[in-house]
């Protein structure tokens, strides 16, 4: 998948996957088949993989939070697995 809005290249960025150039650019991002927006990423020109940048993230969670769909069970009365909870980690 392309980036929505390919941007600059980032200087001295390379991607953790295939050392491959990063580019600034912005992706649509779901949760639980709701789609919360289109927000900051660094994507790579090689591999296609793509991050999202602390900003982006930060926006993300907020547009989750405000929909009831991230938190803590008090929030959404949904129970999140932490290492002390997983079966994974038990």
Do not use: I, N
Request: glycine share 14%; proline share 4%.
């Amino acid at each position: 998948m392309m980036v929505s809005h390919r941007g600059k290249h980032l200087q001295g960025a390379a991607c953790p996957e295939c050392g491959g150039r990063l580019y600034s650019g912005s992706k649509p991002f779901r949760m639980r088949d709701v789609l919360l927006g289109t927000f900051p990423v660094h994507e790579c020109e090689t591999c296609g993989e793509y991050f999202f940048t602390a900003r982006g993230w930060a926006a993300a969670e907020k547009a989750a939070r405000a929909k009831g769909l991230f938190g803590s069970v008090g929030e959404t009365g949904a129970r999140h697995l932490t290492p002390s909870t997983s079966k994974a980690h038990a």
